[in-house]
């Protein structure tokens, strides 16, 4: 198999909207003219930083990256955008899955899933499209992994070690339990020109730059994984897909240590937090 060159990590986070006067989860439709098949440009930011409405969620997408410092600083810039187009009474919330009041679900924007199917590593076929499931609503944190040359082949074992590095250690991180019953189950992903879209995280991510520096050094290691010839055991095929999407922290926790997956620690916040301040300036 190839080797993996010329990374570039992109991003299409979701986000929801609260109503800090209602207190209640607020839906993003109506709210900019931007939209999955077109996206508003962020004024004032290179081209790239783009937003739209998906479904009740604004969604933002960042240039793709090279550099751990060029990663944190596209999402912070992102995010700083949005916050400072919001009215007194909204604000961004960075959460996996809310219950929206049934007055913000009514319009057929509200009730729309993705745009296309995504496909499953684990099981070779399409996912089932999800439907409205009452008033819950998600938001994801997609990964776009770009590399020279994509293939198929290349691609499909990119998500199988995002899964091991990145998604199964995610279960001890991602305080959320109710996102994978509409999206993000375990293997999902969507082939790209420039490589591979990896679906299954959401955006806990984002609550810290920590977490977002953490992400971008695990797709590192995925790459690094595969370039030394190495791929996921098939003894796994089953076991890792089923902990992901059951949520099982022991066996989690018990993977992670078999294959010496870092978590982020308390004390690293202290280490990094300097470093990503002094390399990263707004």
């Known amino acids: 198999m190839s080797k993996i ?3 570039t990590l992109g991003s299409d986070p979701e986000v929801f909207l609260w109503n800090r006067i209602n207190q209640e989860f607020h839906s993003a439709v ?23 409405v998906d479904c009740v969620s604004l969604e933002y997408n960042i240039p793709p990256c090279v550099t751990l410092s060029e990663w944190i600083l596209a999402h912070r810039q ?3 955008y949005m916050k400072a187009q919001l009215p007194d009474e909204l604000e961004l919330v960075v959460q996996a899955s809310a219950r929206f009041n049934k007055n913000h679900l009514k319009s057929k924007q509200a009730n729309t899933f993705g745009c296309d199917p995504d496909l499953n590593v684990w099981l070779g076929r399409q996912n089932d499209v999800p439907e409205a499931l009452d008033n819950l609503r998600v938001s994801g944190g997609h990964i776009a992994l770009g590399y020279e040359n994509p293939t198929e082949e290349v691609s499909e074992q990119i998500v199988k070690a995002f899964d091991l590095f990145l998604t199964l250690p995610s279960i001890l991180l991602d305080p959320d339990t109710e996102r994978r019953q509409l999206y993000g189950k375990a293997g999902s992903f ?14 806990y991510w984002l609550t810290s730059e920590l ?3 953490w992400v971008y050094e695990q797709c590192q290691k995925v790459v690094d994984f595969i370039n030394e010839g190495k791929s996921v055991r098939e003894d796994l095929y089953e076991m890792l897909p ?6 099982q922290k022991d066996m989690a926790k018990i993977l992670c240590r078999e294959f010496k997956i870092e978590l982020p620690e ?4 202290i280490e990094q937090k300097g470093k990503i301040e002094k390399e990263v300036e707004v």
């Not at 109506?30 to 739209?52: A, C, D, H, V, Y």
């Not at 089923?242 to 949520?247: C, D």
């Not at 308390?266 to 916040?269: D, H, K, L, Y």
Request: glycine content about 8%.
């Open 190 to 203: 969507r082939f790209k020109n420039f490589g591979v879209e990896c679906r299954a995280l959401s955006n």
């Open 30 to 52: 109506g709210f900019i003219k931007g939209t999955k098949k077109k996206p508003l440009q962020m004024e004032g930011l290179p081209k790239g930083f783009m937003w739209q």
């Open 242 to 247: 089923s902990v992901i999407n059951n949520n």
């Open 78 to 80: 992102a995010l700083t």
């Open 211 to 213: 977490y977002v520096a």
């Open 266 to 269: 308390v004390i690293e916040v």
């Open 5 to 7: 060159k010329n990374l």
